[in-house]
């Protein structure tokens, strides 16, 4: 026999127990039980966790796992949707939100952060989707996933740097031969959020079996679902009033510094009683409907964008992937792998507009009522000093017709402008849309063979590119909003080189024409490029002979790993400038990259096995050091290590434990990005309302931060619940240090034939951690003790303020907001616990298969600085806590197999949770009392029916939801906006409501 096959039959006659170990919770159904068959026909075991291809059957380290059998029940289109239902993984950014989705999806292993965990697709990784180092999800070919393991706790020794919370590895079918055709057609029971699958996978073994070829292809498409079309969202809701929510910037515009007395005549405007007076009248003004005149803005007046945004971005996907082996010799193989896929994600958001931009009007605009050019020259320049109008009664009717220049070419004395801040929503443009096209592919090609026939080498070389487009278009500019207001006429503005036409923002909805918007708006883009190249080689198998009271033998594995990561941002110049009103800010230029040599060796040491109470135990080693060469910055290295053990005292009964140290390496985008001004959510400012009137030294503080002294008593909560944040980069951050270990049992008892369960307790600690404060530990630092707050502290001064309104929100070339510094000055921790559990058994008329997994999070912390609130997020909500993840959560799957038919029920449970501050709305909304501090237990119920026509041909029929439960509503502004949308959390609890889908599979 060939030295290579003969391996290859030692590691397939371990599959069974390895892949036991694991614990795949997945049942047998009347079709076959394919799992162990296929690993059998195969050359090579993924043992995810492990560098050592044929390790001791029982593993030290838990892992759970997904096999293709469950993602065909529950008809899963996406690997997100696989993973955000796996208990003790809190969703991260994916599909069901459109505001901050970027066209990708990411995985959260629990709640450490989408960017403290590899993904991988047999054991190896791929090109990440984007500056921060994470990989897009919907570039897995679904149809080739065999299963889908993801291990807990730090797994750098194994992996390498990023896996600190833990890998999730996507293992594919090898040696597939035949064709494998499959189609799936889902819809709500409103009829919409129409999806459709479809995949084509060819195989065929050649050359006697010495060779073996695949080829997927595949094909999905998304409808829209908006949140227009749900009762529960189509509506935003404050959720600190209960009232109508939304955004500040609406129709019609919105202005500030100017005075209502003034409306008429200005006479004696707020007459000489000084600022209290003047308040009354004066500061944020909203054209009426009818856009005669203006009138206080109110919450009444906030913009209703929810109708606009999505529960299910449009998602469109072509996929296509490809693997062969060929046994060149009797101990060299050859093999290749190479996926490409080429994605569009559509998101929608609410329409474009000026969100509360400084511009001048000169007072002869054409589009200016005399009411409203009488409250602009009424405004009051001095408060509190007596009344001064900006302008007499006199020049402001004198200006109400001047144009800039006078018949010889000098300056007209009696034109004048006035300086105003602008916030008015393009509702005449339509929403803002961005389509985001990613192209990728990563190729990899290798070889292997054996040394011995105990021992084998594996090198390889893999090189993968992603690049994102992002067009960008709906959006109006802000210089031009500008440069259309500088107009004395109808037809021309005063600075017309670029077919200028003048804009009317001061009439009702409707006021702005088509040719209006059509010079206002232009289209943008952005492009993201991400490159990784890897070359990686290993020695690995056993070293023949074994420790004195063990009859396995010592294995082993040694090698060293090179990658080189580059990515960079390319933006045009509308992008870079922050010109779009309503972006979030600019988007800069970013390019940057590092490399990295290391080496590794893993030890597997059965001590004592077949013995009185030491059935077996095993310990197992591992150790890796790692040399990084930053672009532009200075090098550093890290070592990692783990240890661990398990001991079976019978069969039956294991104990397991493992210890790690792990790191995570600062990616392109905290080194990299310049400091930039964006969006970020904040529920209360401190400066808001009448408060800063009531306490002088919190009026100082605010004065301190760019607000004047007139703006006291009138700046605004961001209706929308954001703010601006200032934040960047920092090639000065080094590595993030983690040290996770746990402890589990796995129970197998012999007189309990079919069941199986494991019990494990995580503990991850991650210190000097990459981070920036949040929201509330930025207010915090510096309002938490007003009374001694200085004006003078830079906790204080750090925050940024809109001259022209005092609010932490405006354009963000002007208003800083809060500053949200990176360092690496911050500590995580999570604890918690895994159960899983398996059971078949003959019922007689039918075979019954129950499949459990739930997870128990005992705490899950965060510090940014060691001045800031160390914040407890489990089974809380805020805009701190970012996810929802809950204290427990579980799914329990039950399936009756007949002799053709499969029926099947899954049981989802989420925990209840409530907000963090405890403040939020309670009353009566809609007629019914409502708590938005909570949000109850949700269980899902899923039913599939499971029909094997014939040997080739299989019909699945699935009821996702299948009680239509609604999500909790709590409102749009207590959380981020990035997992808070629609008034729900649609990440967690399910916004689509009952779904059907159809599917086919045809084997040949």
């Known amino acids: 026999m060939k030295t290579f096959s003969k391996r290859a039959l030692l590691r397939a006659s371990a599959a069974p127990a390895i892949l036991g170990a694991s614990l795949i919770a997945t049942a047998a159904f009347a079709q076959e039980a394919p799992q162990a068959a296929e690993v059998e026909t195969g050359d090579t075991i993924i043992v995810t966790g492990s560098l050592i291809r044929n390790p001791n059957l029982v593993r030290s380290t838990p892992v759970t796992a997904t096999t293709a059998d469950q993602i065909e029940l529950k008809q899963n289109n996406t690997a997100e949707e696989i993973l955000r239902e796996i208990p003790g993984i809190v969703p991260s950014i994916g599909s069901a939100v459109n505001n901050g989705n970027g066209g990708a999806s990411f995985v959260d292993l629990r709640g450490l952060g989408s960017n403290r965990n590899i993904v991988l697709i047999d054991g190896n990784r791929l090109v990440p989707a984007e500056l921060n180092g994470r990989f897009d999800l919907n570039n897995i070919p679904l149809a080739l996933i065999d299963r889908v393991d993801v291990l807990t706790g730090g797994a750098s020794t194994t992996y390498g740097a990023d896996a600190i919370s833990g890998v999730v590895n996507f293992v594919t079918k090898s040696d597939f031969a035949g064709m494998e055709a499959n189609i799936a057609n889902q819809l709500t029971e409103q009829g919409d959020g129409h999806y459709i699958r479809a995949d084509l996978t060819l195989g065929a ?42 955004s500040g910037t609406g129709t019609p515009s919105r202005f500030t510094n100017v005075n209502t007395t003034g409306a008429d005549s200005i006479t004696t405007g707020c007459g000489l009683t000084g600022q209290p007076a003047c308040n009354a009248v004066q500061g944020n003004r909203q054209v009426t409907a009818a856009g005669g005149a ?81 409250a602009f020259c009424a405004f009051d320049i001095n408060p509190g000093a007596g009344y001064t109008p900006r302008f007499t009664q006199a020049q402001c009717d004198a200006a109400a017709t ?18 105003t801040t602008l916030s ?118 056993d070293v023949g002979f074994a420790a004195p009271w063990a009859n396995d033998a010592i294995a082993f594995a040694i090698g060293g790993e ?88 019978v069969n039956g009964i294991n104990i397991r434990a493992n210890y790690s140290r792990a790191v995570r390496a600062p990616n392109i985008a905290e080194l990299f990005a310049p400091v930039n001004t964006t969006l970020t959510n904040l529920d209360s400012d401190p400066c808001a309302g009448v408060a800063p009137t009531q306490n002088a030294n919190l009026a100082a503080v605010c004065i301190a931060q760019g607000a004047s002294a007139a703006q006291l008593g009138s700046i605004i909560n961001d209706p929308a619940g954001q703010v601006n944040s200032t934040g960047g980069g920092n090639l000065s951050v080094g590595p993030e240090k983690s040290n996770s270990w746990g402890v589990g049992l796995r129970l197998q008892p012999a007189a309990l034939p079919g069941f199986s369960m494991t019990v494990d307790y995580y503990n991850i600690k991650i210190t000097d951690a990459i981070t920036f404060p949040t929201p509330d530990d930025v207010i915090s630092a510096c309002f938490d003790n007003i009374t001694a707050a200085s004006a003078t502290d830079p906790a204080c001064t750090g925050i940024r303020r809109d001259p022209g309104t005092g609010a ?111 403040d939020a709305f309670v009353g009566t909304l809609d007629g019914k009392e409502v708590d938005f501090n909570r949000i109850p237990a949700e269980h899902y119920f899923d039913l599939t029916s499971r029909f094997h026509v014939n040997d080739e041909v299989t019909i699945t029929m699935t009821v996702q939801n299948l009680l239509d439960n609604q999500p909790k509503v709590v409102g749009n502004t207590i959380g981020s906006t990035s997992f808070n949308s629609g008034n729900v959390y649609p990440s967690t ?15 040949f």
């Open 205 to 246: 073994n050649f050359d006697d079996g010495r060779g073996n070829v695949v080829f997927s292809v595949g094909y999905q498409q998304s409808d829209p679902v908006y949140q227009g079309d749900r009762p529960f969202s189509d509506v935003s809701i404050d959720s600190f009033s209960g009232l109508g929510g939304g």
């Open 294 to 374: 203006f009138r206080p803005t109110s919450a009444f007046d906030a913009y209703n964008f929810n109708p606009f945004n999505i529960f299910q971005t449009p998602f469109e996907r072509f996929n296509m992937y490809g693997a062969g082996r060929y046994e060149v010799s009797d101990a060299v193989e050859v093999y290749s792998r190479g996926i490409f896929s080429k994605n569009t994600v559509s998101t929608i958001i609410a329409p474009s507009g000026a969100f509360g931009i400084s511009v001048n009007v000169p007072l002869s605009n054409p589009y200016l009522s005399a009411a409203q050019r009488n």
């Open 402 to 419: 001047a144009q800039p220049t006078l018949a010889d070419g000098t300056a007209n004395p009696d034109y004048r402008t006035v300086t």
């Open 424 to 541: 008015r929503r393009a509702t005449e443009l339509g929403p803002r849309i961005s389509d985001f096209t990613t192209t990728f592919f990563d190729y990899r090609i290798g070889a292997r063979g054996g040394i011995t026939d105990t021992i084998d080498w594996d090198v390889a070389g893999a090189y993968g590119e992603s690049e994102n487009v992002q067009t960008q278009q709906g959006y109006w500019l802000n210089s031009r909003v500008r440069q259309a207001l500088l107009a004395t006429n109808t037809s021309t503005c005063l600075t017309d080189t670029n077919g200028c036409v003048p804009l009317n923002v001061f009439g009702p909805d409707g006021s702005i024409t088509a040719e209006q918007n059509a010079f206002l708006n232009a289209n943008s883009q952005i492009i993201t490029k991400t490159s990784l190249a890897q070359v990686k080689g290993t020695v690995s198998g």
């Open 562 to 649: 090179y990658r080189k990561y580059g990515a960079s941002r390319e933006s045009d110049l509308l992008s870079q400038s922050g010109d779009l009103g309503g972006a979030g800010g600019a988007a800069p230029n970013i390019n940057g990259g590092y490399e990295v040599y290391e080496a590794y060796g893993e030890l597997i040491l059965p001590i004592v096995q077949d013995k009185p109470l030491f059935e077996d135990l095993t310990l197992e080693a591992g150790i890796r050091y790692s040399d990084y060469t930053v672009d532009g910055g200075t090098g550093y290295n890290t070592t990692t290590w783990k240890a661990a053990g398990s001991w079976t005292p």
């Open 808 to 918: 932490l929100f405006g354009e963000a070339a002007v208003v800083g907001g809060l500053p949200q510094t990176l360092s690496n000055l911050g500590k995580l921790a999570t604890d918690g616990i895994d159960v899983q559990l398996n059971y078949m058994k003959e019922v007689g008329f039918a075979k019954w298969s129950l499949s459990a997994n739930g997870n128990w999070t005992n705490s899950s912390t965060f510090q940014a600085t060691p001045s800031s609130i160390n914040r407890e997020c489990v089974g809380l909500y805020s805009v701190n806590c970012a996810s929802i993840q809950p204290k427990f959560s579980w799914s329990v799957r039950n399936t009756l197999s007949f002799s053709s038919v499969d029926l099947s029920l899954l049981w989802r449970y989420i925990d209840g949770v409530k907000y963090e501050d405890g």
């Open 989 to 1003: 609890y399910d916004a689509l409501g009952r779904r059907y889908t159809v599917a086919a599979k045809l084997r």
